[in-house]
């Protein structure tokens, strides 16, 4: 059964902390992104990977971080740096080489900062 | 700058309605665009993708259509039902090589039975 599982559903986070959010992908994909969403705003894109080893910062990339050291997995580390992280934050992936592109989305993973 | 919106925010509408959603973006050159559906407190779940040369796409009860020189593309929803109340979303690639999407903020449609 392919797609993209993200975990865990719910994250609690003491100020101060560094948190790690999993993102796996059995699709096969290439690509692999990290988006944050807030309420009342649009999906906002925070890193995303064309490839393994390999990863560019989106439009709002400060206080967070990533590695690509598997195709199918893309972890994303919350740092303490991130003044405002309380969010849903949703994984995604792509194939880019099959001329489509269309992306899939994980379930999803909120992240509350208490 | 790629600039996604879509309009209404909101929509309610009685069951067994068609309904059409609006998404308008503001440089023509794009590669594809995609609509996509999210429930509360879940993930996106993609309906339809249309390429830039095509007009259309259909997919049971759903039917995008692309109007690349307007910057405008719709969602047709037929015989709306209870099932369909959700966010819906559009987002487009930018031609080029570029793999960011552009997302719109979604449309809220609640279908009362």
């Known amino acids: 059964d392919g797609g993209i599982t993200q975990s865990p559903k719910y994250l609690f986070r003491k100020e101060g902390q560094n948190v790690t959010l999993s993102c796996e992908q059995n699709l096969n994909h290439d690509a692999m992104y990290w988006y944050r969403q807030d309420p009342g705003q649009g999906l906002r894109l925070i890193y995303y990977s064309q490839i393994v080893n390999d990863f560019q910062k989106g439009d709002i990339a400060e206080g967070y971080s990533v590695s690509r050291e598997k195709k199918e997995s893309f972890p994303l580390t919350v740092t303490s740096a991130q003044k405002n992280p309380t969010a849903f934050y949703l994984c995604?992936?792509?194939?880019?080489?099959?001329?489509?592109?269309?992306?899939?989305f994980g379930p999803g993973t909120r992240l509350t900062v208490l | 700058k790629q600039e996604v919106t879509q309009i209404p925010a909101a929509l309610s509408v009685p069951e067994g309605e068609n309904l059409v959603l609006n998404c308008s973006f503001t440089?023509?050159?794009?590669?594809?665009l995609q609509w996509f559906r999210q429930d509360p407190g879940k993930g996106l779940t993609s309906l339809l993708l249309i390429q830039s040369s095509q007009r259309e796409q259909t997919s049971g009860r759903l039917n995008a259509s692309l109007d690349k020189s307007s910057g405008r593309s719709t969602l047709y929803i037929a015989a709306s039902q209870p099932g369909d109340s959700a966010t819906y979303l559009c987002?487009?690639?930018?031609?080029?090589?570029?793999?960011?999407?552009?997302f719109g903020k979604g449309t809220k449609l609640t279908v009362n039975p």
């Open positions: 987002a487009v690639r930018r031609k080029g090589g570029s793999e960011k999407l552009v």
């Open positions: 440089d023509s050159a794009i590669y594809n």
């Open positions: 995604a992936s792509s194939n880019p080489r099959d001329g489509y592109n269309e992306q899939f």
